[in-house]
């Protein structure tokens, strides 16, 4: 998962973002897909800028390419940051996207 020696813990500001879960218990080393995704859909710039610092781009693309749970807003987001084909992008599917309509049509 890259040469980057990943956090075990998650910084206190960010526990926020966690709330369905006890944020104290989370560890980036072992759950990086799980973190990636939560801090780069849900969170701040702050959030953002130590996800690509902590992580190396390896992990944060596979992340992208991998998780489907990213807002299709924010996966095309990071797609173009990121340089990724929007059609490698999980979260923007044609038959997540659909899948998704008929749970939440907004």
């Known amino acids: 998962m890259g040469s980057k020696v990943l956090p075990t813990s998650l910084p206190r500001s960010f526990h926020k973002f966690f709330w369905d ?3 104290e218990t989370v560890n980036p080393a072992t759950h990086p897909y799980y973190v990636i995704n939560r801090l ?3 969170g701040n710039l702050e959030a953002a800028r130590w996800v690509l610092k902590t992580f190396s781009k390896e992990i944060v693309v596979a992340t ?3 998780i489907r749970d990213f807002s299709p807003w924010n996966g095309r ?16 599917q044609p038959s997540y996207l659909k899948m998704r309509r008929t749970h939440w049509p907004f």
Do not use: H, M
Request: neutral net charge; proline residues 8%; aromatic residues 12%.
């Open 77 to 92: 987001f990071w797609a173009r940051y990121l340089g990724v084909p929007e059609e490698e992008v999980a979260c923007l």
């Open 40 to 42: 780069l859909d849900k």
């Open 64 to 66: 992208l390419i991998k």
């Open 21 to 23: 879960v006890r944020p």
